[in-house]
Structures are given as C-alpha cells and as structure tokens.
C-alpha cells in the first residue's frame, strides 16, 4: 500500500467522523439523527430511489466504455468519486426542491455556515493542490480535482436553498394578499 492510498483512506475516515460531527452540531437537539415528517420521509424515499438508479446509470456507463477500450482523462478514484457525488447531487436537488432536505431539528442558519464552510475548505484544497501540482498529470486528471466537485457541489446546494427559500417566501406573501 503506498502513502497516497492511506492518505485517501485517512481522508475519508476524517470527512465522514467531521460529517458526524457536523449533523449534531447542526440538529438543533444534537442529536445525530435528523428528523423528518411523514411528507418528507415519501419525498426522501422518492429522492434516494432516483439517486440509486442515477449511480446505476453512471457505473453501466463506466462498464460499456471500458469494454469498447474508451480512453478516459480520469484515473478511477476520481472517476467512481465522481458518480458518487452526482447520485449525491440527485437526491439532494430532488430533496430540496421538494422540501425534504432540512430536517425538522436541522437549525437553517447553522447548515449554510457550515455549508460556506465546506465549500470554500475544499476550494481552497483545491486550488492549493493544483497551484502545487497542476490539475493534470501525465494526461490524467488528479485527485484535487474531487475537492472542486465538493466545492461546487456545496456552492450548488446553497444556491438551490436560497433560490427555493426566496421562492417560497415570495409564494407565502403572495398567498397573503
């Protein structure tokens, strides 16, 4: 096993416990789990299912291209990173859109700090991994370029929040008249 390979899996290891820490931090009990009402709990079981059949679609994809030989700029860490985070993105568009992300004991203000706060951390990492080392190597596009999808993963996420939040005030107002 080589220093990268432990450094990836360290990686790993540290975001999941920082993302323990981070759902207490942000449910308003502390609790790790989040809770949901009956509404939201179809919406996430409809957002998980669209999400399990998007990742199916990528990996079918990524076998059909590796058996007709299609070359790839992506070595395969990233690539199967890659389709994590976009089935990721399908069940948190569809969740947000839906109004099943924010959980009842999610405090709102507490998951955009920390949401900026991802955002701009993997940036950074990002960045400072590509000033140090470029983005592609030997042709192959290098692992800080998941710290960019995370970034704008995260910067996607706090948009669509704040695009639906005004969208739904604008609706409550409108209603009000």
């Known amino acids: 096993m080589d220093l990268k390979s432990v450094g990836i899996a ?14 207490c931090m942000i449910n308003k009990d502390g609790r790790f789990k989040t809770k949901y009402d009956e509404m939201q709990e179809i919406a996430r079981g409809r957002a998980y299912k669209y999400a399990f059949w ?3 679609i990528f990996e079918a994809l990524c ?14 860490y990233t690539l199967q990173f890659i389709g994590v985070i976009i089935a990721v993105m399908v069940q948190v568009c569809y969740s947000i859109w839906n109004n099943a992300y924010i959980g009842l004991n999610t405090n709102p203000i507490r998951f955009a700090i920390f949401s900026v706060f991802i955002a701009i951390f993997n940036l950074m990492i990002g960045i400072g991994s590509i000033i140090r080392g470029g983005f592609i190597v030997n042709g192959t596009v290098r692992e800080t370029f ?3 999808i995370v970034a704008v993963c995260f910067m996607i ?3 669509e929040l704040y695009i639906k939040a005004n969208r739904d005030r604008s609706e409550s107002e409108a209603g009000e008249e």
């Open 54 to 56: 998007t990742l199916v």
């Open 157 to 159: 996420i706090g948009a």
């Open 10 to 23: 360290v990686g790993l290891f540290a975001g999941i416990v920082i993302s323990i820490v981070i759902i």
């Open 63 to 76: 076998v059909v291209m590796e058996a007709f030989g299609v070359q790839h700029f992506i070595n395969g």
């Open 146 to 148: 998941v710290n960019l």
